[in-house]
């Protein structure tokens, strides 16, 4: 069965650090991938996607994530990281069956950012 | 252009009611999608609509069914609540074009349902 596994429940890294948020998935064919961002109360914005091509995607926010088909991985990175970036982060799957909707989400990743 | 818009945001029912909650998609998007998410399962997919006929269905019992119009809006009902349905109940729609592949979703801010 197709899954998304986020190993990190929570992270907090300082202002100004480096990310890395690790996503793993379990798939039969080539993906479609996704990350999606989630603050407190709010629905979930989409900060990049992977189809095909360029392993290497920049998304929205600075945030860019890179597909390696050997690892199964889907890892989302940001340089510099803001307080205004503490929020949810969740990994997804897509396009199953051929379907548009029907994503499976990874549980989540909560970063906390400190002063 | 305006987003995915859901309503109500918050709703507060007892066990054994039924709710419908409301998605209209943005402009153009012909799919409509629902998702439940909770603490602990997360974020789970309920079904999938375009064309005025469900093209998915998640893992969900038959008290969870939906709809959706002519205009692609969307409702969902829950019928004989549960307290375990208590959750944010997410809507997300893409553009789905025939031949096109596939396409981003784009979520609604959700409605909160408490089942009391």
């Known amino acids: 069965a197709q899954s998304v596994t986020q190993p990190d429940i929570h992270i907090t890294v300082s202002e100004g650090a480096s990310l890395e948020l690790r996503c793993n998935y379990s798939?039969?064919?080539?993906?479609?991938l996704f990350w999606y961002v989630q603050s407190p109360g709010q629905g979930l914005q989409l900060l990049l996607k992977?189809?095909?091509?360029?392993?290497l995607v920049q998304g929205i926010k600075g945030f860019e994530a890179e597909f390696k088909r050997s690892q199964s991985s889907f890892n989302l990175r940001k340089p510099s990281v803001h307080w205004s970036d503490a929020a949810e982060y969740f990994c997804?799957?897509?396009?199953?069956?051929?379907?548009?909707?029907?994503?499976?989400f990874g549980k989540g990743t909560k970063l906390s950012v400190k002063p | 252009k305006a987003g995915v818009t859901q309503t109500p945001r918050y709703l507060i029912k007892t066990r054994g009611q039924q709710v419908t909650l409301s998605c209209s998609p943005i402009?153009?998007?012909?799919?409509v999608s629902w998702y439940q998410q909770t603490p602990g399962q997360g974020l789970q997919f309920l079904f999938e609509?375009?064309?005025?006929?469900?093209?998915n269905k998640g893992n969900f019992p038959g008290r969870f069914s939906g709809r959706q119009f002519s205009n692609s809006r969307s409702e969902m009902n829950v019928s004989t609540l549960e307290l375990g349905d208590s959750a944010l109940y997410l809507c997300?729609?893409?553009?789905?074009?025939?031949?096109?592949?596939?396409?981003?979703?784009?979520f609604g801010p959700g409605t909160r349902l408490t089942v009391t």
């Open positions: 997300a729609s893409s553009l789905d074009l025939p031949g096109q592949g596939m396409n981003e979703q784009y």
């Open positions: 798939y039969g064919a080539t993906p479609y």
């Open positions: 992977y189809f095909s091509g360029d392993t």
């Open positions: 997804a799957v897509g396009g199953l069956g051929g379907s548009q909707g029907n994503l499976i």
């Open positions: 402009s153009g998007h012909r799919s």
């Open positions: 609509y375009f064309s005025e006929t469900q093209r």
